[in-house]
């Protein structure tokens, strides 16, 4: 009974870490963009407000010049148990040498990105054991970094803009043994994740190839199997009225916030329940061999190409190589549009 009650102790402590990653973000949000206004209009702890505003703009280059992080934060506790909820696993084919910059192209997006997150913005898998003499830095939104409070904890976990001048600086400004992670589908290919499918957003995503030319960073590919596997995404019938809102919606979405929505589900709080938590399908990780890149001050438009297309090989060969054994059927087949 007391082996039972710790299992259950156990799989509560995961499913609460997973729980909170997205609600913690938005309570951290609201409360500088709630109280910033509100101490400097209606109370008389306005200097505060000032303060906090004058903070900000004071450290605003911080974010995109390596900006500020812990390994403290990196190695709670939390992130084990977040990890092992799925469980998520990194791997390696081969070691990073700190001699060198990378960039680590991941893929799929997925609906939220949880094996990247843990991976590389979090010690929970081991990177720094893995990979070591290597500093991952994970690449998202500018929009993040204009938060007070929130900047500072996502910082705290290695992460930085995915913008061309922040991701340059870490490539040519911190020395060697850096990597920048970029999720190069973006959020345009988080629409396409859907279980049993492998699409890519690649074909016409180049910048990527180019900054490690002109930075002189190895490519490195990288794929998570099973990210798609962890929600069911739900895309309705054409000509139906539910699909006509919830294409308008997703237009709306795209025009005013330019950000792309998803209409999705995974399980509950319970086992077999219906809700927004992921179903516990591991997610493995695995990073490819570097593809060595010349450092070109000004590429042309053939040299990416050439580079863009040897990455793609490289990927896809990493694909076909790993597919099997981490859970996806030998007939599935990486679809790159």
Not at 61 to 72: I, K, V
Not at 215 to 224: D, K, Q
Not at 226 to 253: H, L
Not at 265 to 275: A, V
Request: glycine share 8%; proline share 6%; aromatic share 14%.
């Amino acid at each position: 009974m007391a082996f039972l009650s710790r299992l259950d102790l156990q799989e509560t402590l995961r499913t609460l870490s997973v729980l909170q990653w997205i609600p913690v973000y938005v309570f951290l949000g609201a409360i500088p963009i709630l109280l910033i206004p509100y101490f400097l209009v209606f109370t008389k702890f306005w200097t505060l407000s000032v303060l906090a505003l004058a903070w900000l703009a004071y450290d605003w280059n911080t974010h995109s010049q390596g900006g500020r992080r812990s390994a403290w934060v990196r190695n709670w506790t939390l992130w084990k148990y977040f990890g092992n909820y799925f469980p998520i696993k990194l791997v390696k084919t081969q070691d990073l040498s700190p001699k060198h910059n990378y960039i680590i192209a991941s893929h799929p997006h997925g609906i939220v990105s949880y094996g990247v997150f843990i991976n590389f913005a979090t010690e929970a898998t081991g990177f720094a054991r893995i990979f070591p003499g290597i500093t991952p830095s994970v690449g998202t939104l500018e929009g993040i970094f204009w938060i007070p409070i929130v900047r500072e904890y996502v910082m705290s976990m290695g992460v930085c803009p995915v913008s061309e001048s922040a991701l340059k600086y870490l490539l040519t400004q911190k020395g060697s043994g850096n990597a920048v992670v970029v999720v190069v589908g973006g959020a345009a290919e988080a629409l396409l994740c859907q279980p049993g499918v492998s699409t890519l957003v690649l074909k016409q995503r180049k910048g990527f190839v180019k900054l490690a030319l002109t930075t002189g960073a190895y490519l490195v590919p990288s794929y998570s199997f099973g990210e798609n596997e962890v929600y069911n995404q739900e895309t309705f019938p054409e000509g139906t009225w539910i699909r006509f809102f919830q294409k308008t919606f997703q237009d709306t979405c795209k025009k005013i916030l330019g950000l792309n929505f998803c209409t999705f589900h995974g399980r509950g709080l319970t086992r077999g329940s219906w809700g927004f938590l992921p179903f516990n399908r591991p997610i493995t990780t695995v990073v490819g061999e570097p593809l060595p890149i010349p450092r070109i001050k000004k590429p042309n438009k053939k040299t990416v190409d050439k580079y863009h297309a040897l990455y793609i090989s490289a990927l896809r060969k990493l694909f076909e190589q790993h597919k099997v054994h981490y859970g996806l059927p030998e007939t599935q087949e990486l679809t790159i549009i």
